[in-house]
């Protein structure tokens, strides 16, 4: 199993568009071939830092999803939110609780 977590800068303004987004978007990525999870989380300091927490049972999984014309899609949509680039992870758990 993988986590992917995205970090997302989004102009102050643009907050409520882009959780319009990902609600709209949910389901679909729920709904992909080997999701686990997915969530959306926010900085307690700073609002328009969101990061997007989802868990797949192998980065190829993973990677299916990202090469999706739905995917395509919706990163056009949320790179016009942005007001910096992304940073993404890719993890794996060393230690299993």
């Known amino acids: 199993m993988i986590t992917r977590i995205v970090k997302l800068h989004i102009d102050e303004n643009k907050v409520a568009d882009f959780i319009a987004i990902y609600e709209s978007s949910k389901s679909f990525i729920q709904n992909s071939s080997g999701n686990i999870s997915v969530k959306l989380v926010k900085d307690i300091h700073?609002?328009?830092?969101?990061?997007?927490?989802?868990?797949?049972?192998?980065?190829?999984?993973?990677?299916?999803?990202?090469?999706?014309?739905?995917?395509?899609?919706v990163w056009s949509q949320v790179k016009t939110l942005l007001i910096s680039k992304t940073d993404a992870w890719s993890l794996e758990?060393?230690?299993?609780?």
């Open 46 to 73: 700073q609002e328009n830092i969101l990061f997007t927490i989802s868990e797949w049972n192998c980065e190829e999984d993973l990677n299916n999803y990202r090469n999706t014309e739905f995917f395509a899609k």
């Open 93 to 97: 758990e060393i230690i299993n609780h």
